[in-house]
């Protein structure tokens, strides 16, 4: 069965400071999707990326970075210069090509993410 | 302009009194599903629709109902809520595998009360 695993409950870090928040997966499917999505208290999941497993390019976008180890299984997620605006709650997140047509995630318990000025 | 839509943004409900909500999407994706994500946990899949074709979770309670009259509308029908069925419902889209890019779209979400 799959599983995500955020081990870091909560950060806290000042703003202008980097960070990384921590993912690791399991799956037997050998084809599967990786996800972080960001959840800000208005409640909203919002999409910040997709990774394939066969596509380990690590990716840029911004002050946003993903680094994909097939490896390790694990898919961290790294903030530079950090902003008071992305203060919310992260979560990595799992979709397996076994599951269907459909894109049924398999969530970690997320990771709360608080940036003071 | 927000792409799924839920309604209401916060229910309040007596216990065992049934509520409905709803979501509406205009990007036309085959599936819609419903989250179900308590205080301080990750989100959990309640079932999801591909098209007309209904898929229940196996751990999702009886209580828990879905309707999809149409592609842009899905409801989540909960017949007697609990007090253990508050939380926050989401709803989300996405297109069929094979079809690009595959995230799913979340609404805001349902804050659900039961008094």
């Known amino acids: 069965a799959q599983k995500v695993t955020q081990a870091q409950t909560e950060i806290s870090v000042v703003e202008k400071e980097d960070v990384t928040l921590d993912c690791v997966y399991e799956?037997?499917?050998?084809?599967?999707?990786l996800f972080w999505y960001k959840q800000p208290p208005s409640g909203e999941l919002v999409f910040l990326i997709r990774?394939?497993?066969?596509?380990?390019q690590n990716e840029i976008s911004g002050r946003y970075s993903w680094n994909f180890q097939k490896s390790t299984s694990s898919f961290n997620f790294t903030i530079t210069a950090s902003q008071v605006v992305d203060s919310a709650v992260y979560f990595c997140?799992?979709?397996?090509?076994?599951?269907?047509?459909?894109?049924?995630?398999?969530f970690g318990k997320g990771i709360t993410l608080s940036v003071r000025p | 302009d927000a792409m799924v839509i839920q309604n209401p943004r916060y229910q309040v409900t007596q216990f065992g009194k049934p509520v409905t909500l709803s979501c509406s999407q205009t990007?036309?994706?085959?599936?819609m599903y419903w989250y179900q994500q308590k205080s301080s946990q990750a989100p959990k899949l309640l079932f999801h629709?591909?098209?007309?074709?209904?898929?229940n979770e196996a751990d999702t309670p009886d209580n828990f109902q879905s309707r999809r009259p149409n592609t842009s509308f899905c409801f989540l029908d909960i017949r007697s809520p609990g007090l253990g069925d508050a939380a926050m419902y989401l709803c989300?889209?996405?297109?069929?595998?094979?079809?690009?890019?595959?995230?799913?779209?979340f609404g805001q979400g349902t804050r659900l009360t039961v008094v």
């Open positions: 989300a889209t996405s297109r069929p595998k094979g079809l690009g890019s595959t995230e799913a779209f």
């Open positions: 799956t037997r499917d050998t084809t599967y999707y």
């Open positions: 990774r394939n497993s066969f596509d380990e």
């Open positions: 997140a799992l979709s397996e090509e076994g599951s269907g047509a459909n894109s049924k995630l398999t």
């Open positions: 990007l036309n994706h085959n599936v």
């Open positions: 629709y591909y098209d007309k074709d209904f898929n």
